[in-house]
């Protein structure tokens, strides 16, 4: 059976990037969202051509998922909770990638990603 992730940005990056340690994720049912698909396609035109933005962008544009409007609300509690847990030099998560957790969460699937500001939590596949 294939498993199904949250991918947040930073795992979509990875892979693209050829990071072997997302290798066996390669073949997850990928669920993400525009905001991540956004991040993503940024990146891909600072770090490679636009045609692999392009293509990139259409790829991940399946498997975004619609972020229900009580999801917005619980993310920033998450994310107050977090800057509580983190110093500020730690970091602060994103908002997308908050969104992205309260998601997986929702969905009971895990959260992908290499953030450190993620790293040994509940309900996290955490990968450099």
């Known amino acids: 059976m294939v498993e199904t992730y949250f991918f947040d ?3 979509l990056i990875e892979i693209e990037k050829g990071n072997e340690n997302y290798t066996p994720y390669k073949k997850a049912n990928v669920v993400t969202t525009m905001l991540n698909v956004m991040e993503y396609y940024s990146s891909l035109l600072i770090d490679f051509k636009q045609e692999i933005a392009e293509e990139g962008f259409e790829y991940y544009l399946e ?30 998560p994103s908002y997308v990638d908050c969104i992205g957790y309260v998601i997986a969460k929702r969905m009971g699937i895990k959260f992908l990603t290499g953030d450190k500001l993620f790293e040994n939590m509940d309900n996290v596949e955490f990968i450099k």
């Open 63 to 92: 498997s975004s998922v619609a972020i229900p409007d009580e999801v917005f609300k619980e993310a920033v509690w998450f994310r107050l909770k977090m800057m509580k847990r983190f110093r500020k030099k730690d970091g602060r």
């Open 9 to 11: 940005t930073y795992a």
